[in-house]
């Protein structure tokens, strides 16, 4: 069974940090583009970041450049979002999913396949 399951979401204040994990079973992740995404209320879900399977394209939407980014740890077969400088407009539900893929990642998350079930992250004094 394919599984993807988010964890280390919470409460943190403007300008603090937090590092979320994608743990996946049921298949590697090795060979598989991740990308991050998030939901807040009343609003679509988006992509954030992403990493391509080789770990050599990574892709950053605008609002989250120089603040958030992505790893990969293959032998653990999880992937990680780093957010630092956090702002309250980065509350949100944050999802990881995973997609075949070869070269560049893609925001797009009608292409990704694969889901976890969400962390909440909320940023507020």
């Known amino acids: 069974q394919v599984q993807l399951v988010e964890s280390g979401g919470g409460l943190v204040q403007p300008g603090g940090s937090l590092r979320l994990s994608c743990a996946a079973s049921?298949?590697?992740?090795?060979?598989?583009?991740i990308g991050w995404f998030r939901q807040a209320p009343g609003k679509e879900r988006e992509g954030v970041i992403c990493?391509?399977?080789?770990?050599?394209?990574?892709n950053t939407v605008d609002s989250v450049k120089g603040r958030f980014t992505i790893s990969r740890d293959n032998a653990k077969n999880t992937a990680y979002l780093q957010m630092n400088s956090l702002k309250p407009e980065d509350t949100a539900l944050y999802y990881c999913?995973?997609?075949?893929?070869?070269?560049?990642?893609?925001?797009?998350?009608?292409?990704?396949?694969?889901w976890g079930q969400g962390t909440q992250v909320t940023v507020s004094s």
């Open positions: 990493i391509s399977s080789s770990g050599g394209r990574i």
């Open positions: 999913a995973a997609r075949l893929g070869i070269g560049s990642c893609t925001l797009s998350t009608r292409l990704y396949p694969y």
């Open positions: 049921g298949f590697t992740l090795h060979s598989r583009t």
